[in-house]
Antibody, heavy 122, light 112 residues
């Protein structure tokens, strides 16, 4: 079945970096854009960026520009999200989510990973 | 770019209909038909309920419907059921220079 499986929870100190993985299965990896969305405890959803698994092109929310890097490995059907210079406000659940649009993104996130809790604490 | 505006909470009795609004601008909700709605139960990942304003993915009950008028999109739940109690978020493509997609502030739906 179509699914996204993310890496496990992380605890990081302020200033460190974290890299979260998201392994796709059950569909043609390169045909669907992938988004990253985060949710701080008790808060709403926040869009972070998008990657085209086919060519690797990315677009990031300005809020995260310079701190976030999204990459993909087509050989393992995995996308990665790395966030650097972590601060306490980055404590959140990070989700990868597939865009439903085939070849083109339509902003409909139809398959979600289980989420990865990232805790930033000294 | 601010989040799209949703009411903090909406409630209804079983069998009733409720509507959740999602207000943006002509740069997002009003300018594009890339409006989606998500249901999120506590501790779970969000679930896509409506995409492209009014389309339902397979498996989503037809009690859920979406529409748009001007800069405001709406999600209507007809025949409210206990399992519909959850948080709901809208999202939209945006032509803002600061990001591509924006979520709503979220609405807690309570079934009385």
């Amino acid at each position: 079945q179509v699914q996204l499986v993310q890496s496990g929870a992380e605890v990081k100190k302020p200033g460190a970096s974290v890299k979260v993985s998201c392994k796709a299965s059950g569909y043609t990896f390169t045909s669907y854009y992938m988004h990253w969305v985060r949710q701080a405890p008790g808060q709403g959803l926040e869009w972070m960026g998008i990657i085209n698994p086919s060519g690797g092109s990315t677009s990031y929310a300005q809020k995260f520009q310079g701190r976030v890097t999204m990459t993909r490995d087509t050989s393992t059907s995995t996308v990665y999200m790395e966030l650097s210079s972590l601060r306490s406000e980055d404590t959140a659940v990070y989700y990868c989510a597939r865009d439903r649009g085939v070849v083109t993104a339509i902003g409909a996130f139809d398959i979600w990973g289980q989420g990865t809790m990232v805790t930033v604490s000294s | 770019q601010s989040a799209l505006t949703q009411p903090a909470s909406v409630s209804g009795s079983p069998g009733q209909s409720i509507t959740i609004s999602c207000t943006g601008t002509s740069s997002d909700v009003g300018g594009y038909n890339y409006v989606s709605w998500y249901q999120q139960h506590p501790g779970k990942a969000p679930k896509l309920m409506i995409y492209e304003v009014s389309n339902r993915p397979s498996g989503v009950p037809d009690r859920f419907s979406g529409s748009k008028s001007g800069n405001t999109a709406s999600l209507t739940i007809s025949g409210l059921q206990a399992e519909d109690e959850a948080d709901y978020y809208c999202s939209s493509y945006t032509s803002s220079s600061t990001l591509c997609y924006v979520f709503g502030t979220g609405t807690k739906v309570t079934v009385l």
